[in-house]
């Protein structure tokens, strides 16, 4: 069974930008389809992007693409999340989740391995 860590989150201006990492541990993720999801207060939780299990293949949330960009460090059994340009409607706790039962998927119910969040926050 693998662990899900994230970090990196933080405060940030508009326009700036935060890296996020999501370390794991118990299994190497290079196994796993991965995604980050975000739940900003009151919300449901809303997917962001997610990376095939080989990483040849990503899927992302309109809004977030072209600033927003998912990748596999896989020196550090890691899945990162780049965040560029960002917005003060990006403000949300971002949560890492794996799946190896279902396959590349955008759906929260499709993932049986997730973090504790990490909390972004982007001001006006």
């Known amino acids: 069974q693998v662990q899900l860590v994230e970090s990196g989150g933080g405060w940030v201006q508009a326009g700036g930008s935060l890296r996020l990492s999501c370390a794991a541990s118990g299994r190497t993720l290079s196994s796993y389809h991965m995604a980050w999801f975000r739940q900003a207060p009151g919300k449901e939780r809303d997917f962001v992007a997610a990376?095939?299990?080989?990483?040849?293949?990503?899927y992302y949330l309109n809004s977030v693409k072209g600033r927003l960009t998912i990748s596999r460090d896989n020196a550090k059994n890691a899945v990162l999340l780049q965040m560029n340009s960002l917005k003060p409607e990006d403000t949300a706790v971002y949560y890492c989740?794996?799946?190896?039962?279902?396959?590349?998927?955008?759906?929260?119910?499709?993932?049986?391995?997730w973090g504790q969040g990490t909390q972004v926050t982007v001001s006006s």
């Open positions: 989740a794996g799946n190896t039962r279902v396959g590349f998927s955008s759906r929260a119910v499709d993932y049986n391995y």
């Open positions: 990376l095939s299990r080989g990483g040849g293949s990503t």
